[in-house]
Nanobody, 121 residues
């Protein structure tokens, strides 16, 4: 009913940049927030950045000043610009939409399939 499609992952050297994209579609009445999470091997999934409909955003402390989350007004498409990448940023990155679903109602969470980001030293 709701699909999130991520793109933009890849292999980059330390100090490089990548931009991730996440496009939402399906039975969406409105998206309240869009978030990027990441999960490294053997570690728990962690919240990297979140953006609300008003453009307010928050970041994981370790990425502040290096990553920027942005999106269109309706948050149907969001981006994560990642600069000055470090090997510790290596993980699978997932986007998550917290939304009001036409079918399921409010407080519905949809996840993307994930995109691999690998930073070599």
């Amino acid at each position: 009913q709701v699909q999130l499609v991520e793109s933009g992952g890849g292999l980059v050297q330390a100090g490089g940049s990548l931009r991730l994209s996440c496009a939402a579609s399906g039975s969406i009445f409105s998206i309240l927030t869009m978030s990027w999470y990441r999960q490294a091997p053997g570690k728990q999934r962690e919240l990297v950045a979140v953006i609300g409909r008003g453009g307010d955003s928050n970041y994981l402390a370790s990425v502040k000043g290096r990553f920027t989350i942005s999106g269109d007004n309706a948050l149907n498409t969001v981006y994560l610009q990642m600069n000055d990448l470090k090997p510790e940023d290596t993980a699978v990155y997932y986007c998550k939409a917290h939304l009001y679903s036409v079918i399921s109602g409010p407080d519905y969470d949809a996840w993307g399939q994930g995109t691999q980001v690998t930073v070599s030293s």
